[in-house]
């Protein structure tokens, strides 16, 4: 399972947008961040109706990790089938980076390019949108719900730095608990660190991911 890839950093419904003039058509993309397909289908209504004057409003998205087909959605919009929505929707498959919609608008400016024309403009509208798009780290995270003796409290907070972790609730009685998040990968490496730091005395068990904005 990917744990930790790039994503738009793009604040909710915010786009990045370029634009290419091919053959008198201006194909205009916006691409933006999409965690789930519900985002995804928002973004993509929001653009439609800001352009209605537009030719076509081609779209496609992938709401997963990189390369992830589980959640992904694509429309040539009126374009010949096949030469839009599918083409777009490769470029997204193949990029570094997961989460993403991406509408191109096109104004048609009077010259057919053809369907191997289309394709091309389609997917070279997509590759040049993202060599500027802005990208931050997509984490994925793990929480971990962890008793140790009192004893051990000093030793285990020393760990945390070096797995990324933090302290998110704290709770003292008999032994000390604490719910702790990390990345997910992290998680084998902390927890065999925290048995050699506590002679195999500390309890750790998963627990349950929050919901989060992604």
């Given amino acids: 399972m990917t744990v930790r890839y790039p994503i738009p950093n793009l604040p909710g419904g915010a786009g990045h947008c370029t634009e290419l003039l091919i053959r008198r058509s201006r194909f205009i993309t916006t691409s933006g961040h999409a965690p789930d397909t519900e985002t995804a289908r928002a973004f993509i209504d929001a653009i439609r109706r800001a352009c209605p004057d537009a030719t076509h409003n081609c779209w496609a998205f992938a709401a997963g990790p990189p390369g992830d087909t589980a959640r992904v959605g694509f429309s040539d919009d009126g374009e010949p089938h096949g030469t839009a929505g599918r083409p777009m929707l490769t470029v997204l498959l193949h990029a570094p980076v997961g989460e993403t919609v991406c509408v ?3 104004y ?3 010259i057919k390019l053809g369907t191997g024309g289309l394709v091309r403009a389609y997917q070279q509208a997509v590759r040049e949108n993202f060599e500027t798009l802005p990208l931050r780290q997509r984490i994925v995270p793990a929480f971990l719900e962890v008793v140790v003796e009192y004893p051990c409290v000093d030793r285990l907070r020393r760990l945390l730095p070096a797995f990324e972790a933090h302290v998110e609730e704290e709770h003292f009685a008999v032994d000390a608990s604490f719910r702790i998040a990390l990345p997910r ?3 084998p490496a902390f927890s065999a660190a925290l048995a050699e730091q506590t ?4 309890l750790v068990e998963a627990c349950a991911v929050p919901d989060d904005d992604g």
């Fill in 199 to 202: 002679d195999g005395a500390a």
């Fill in 185 to 187: 990968e992290h998680v």
């Fill in 104 to 106: 191109v608008t096109r």
């Fill in 108 to 110: 048609f400016g009077g």
